[in-house]
């Protein structure tokens, strides 16, 4: 599928709201100290949080922490988008370097957040700073800490950029914020992330409406939360492009986010259904290998002797998984274009196959309704056997 640039924000130095004291500090202090070695993986550090803290409250607290004071943001390369990277590449390339962007900030504190036992989000949207709409995606994370969602902006709590230079400093703004205040500052592009009761539109976003509104249909965020976990893949990329539809089109992030989750599903279905077809192609060779087997035994005028039902059920058995997959490949979706002129042959072997044993099924029909004296002359005309696909 087309790949659609998705650039992400850098952090900004006004806050939307106030900092409270750090009640975190032998927490930040027994991180600080966590061995070199420890910190080269995420498992390494999250094997260390599990180690030296019990409580969700502070276990978060240090993942936070260590993301946000031992990552820097790569201001150099803000603009450059590595498509063919996996998670795992990235959160490796990330920590070796120790520098990214919010989508590098994002990816490791939900990979260390989910291996202390936490569960997580990454949320993409978009951002207001200095009460202006942002040009860029942004990416921040979501994590339940003793059954609360709570946010956590890693790139914005760990400094600020200023004409073209990052400057370290961590901002507890962004640690554990109430989604009720971050949403004046970042909004996700599926407003189920927003974890709000009366999510608010793109519109509202733009115009600074953020506060609760109960005139609005009330929205059970944490039911529906549930519910996006238990689906399968497809089936969450469906109702996220619903809900990112629904919100308003507002701009163009949104658009492509929008546009990359309904290719994206495309592409799943796409290949889900290669899966099936090669499945049913399989079963399709069982059935003429099957069927090759009658035929050679016809071709033998039915030696040696079976019983009349053994060769009622040598050809029924390859008619009726032949029969299957005819119905079952009318259900297969979309192949795209590339398997499309092998998708059609497919059908029309299949189909082919099917009439060859309906032609031998009747004729044991018709020779098991005879007198084995007029049977033996019903072997003037010999069969030949079908090709499996390839």
Not at 1 to 17: D, E, R, V, Y
Not at 174 to 186: C, E, G, T, V
Not at 207 to 228: A, L
Request: hydrophobic share 35%; proline share 2%; glycine share 4%.
């Amino acid at each position: 599928m087309k790949k659609t640039l998705i650039l992400f924000t850098l952090l900004f130095t006004i806050l939307s709201f106030g900092q409270s004291p750090n009640k975190f500090e032998a927490v930040d202090a027994k991180m600080i100290i966590i061995p070199a070695r420890s910190a080269v993986r995420t498992d390494g550090i999250a094997s260390y949080i599990n180690d030296n803290f019990k409580s969700e409250s502070d276990k978060i607290r240090a993942a936070f922490f260590w993301t946000a004071s031992n990552i820097s943001y790569d201001v150099s390369n803000m603009y450059s988008v590595k498509y063919d990277e996996t998670v795992q590449d990235k959160i490796a390339r990330t920590l070796k370097s120790k520098k990214g962007v919010c989508s590098n900030y994002a990816e490791v504190l939900n990979d260390i957040t989910k291996k202390i036992g936490i569960q997580s989000h990454i949320i993409e949207g978009y951002n207001k700073q200095n009460g202006k709409i942002t040009n860029l995606a942004h990416a921040w994370t979501a994590a339940k800490v003793d059954n609360k969602w709570c946010l956590f902006d890693a790139t914005w709590g760990s400094g600020y950029v200023n004409n073209g230079r990052f400057s370290k400093k961590l901002n507890d703004a962004y640690f554990k914020a109430d989604p009720n205040q971050l949403i004046s500052s970042h909004i996700p592009f599926d407003y189920l992330w927003q974890f709000l009761n009366y999510p608010i539109t793109n519109s509202e976003f733009y115009e600074g409406k953020v506060q609760i509104n109960k005139s609005k249909k009330y929205f059970d965020f944490k039911n529906e939360i549930t519910k996006y976990n238990s689906l399968p893949e497809t089936d969450q990329l469906f109702e996220s492009a619903q809900r990112i539809e629904k919100n308003g089109l507002k701009n163009a992030m949104i658009v492509e986010r929008y546009e990359f989750k309904k290719g994206k599903l495309a592409s799943i279905r796409k290949n889900n259904n290669i899966e099936k077809l090669n499945a049913l192609v399989n079963e399709m060779n069982y059935a003429v290998a099957m069927l090759n087997d009658f035929i050679h035994y016809r071709n033998n005028k039915f030696k040696p002797t079976f019983s009349d039902n053994e060769i009622s059920n040598m050809i029924a058995a390859p008619k009726e998984k032949l029969l299957k997959c005819q119905k079952e490949i009318y259900e297969i979706g979309d192949v795209g274009n590339a398997n499309a002129a092998n998708f059609s042959l497919i059908k029309k072997t299949l189909n082919k196959t099917l009439a060859q044993a309906e032609e031998h099924d009747a004729f044991v029909k018709e020779y098991l309704g005879k007198s084995k004296l007029i049977r033996k002359t019903m072997f003037s005309k010999m069969s030949f056997a079908t090709s499996r696909l390839k």
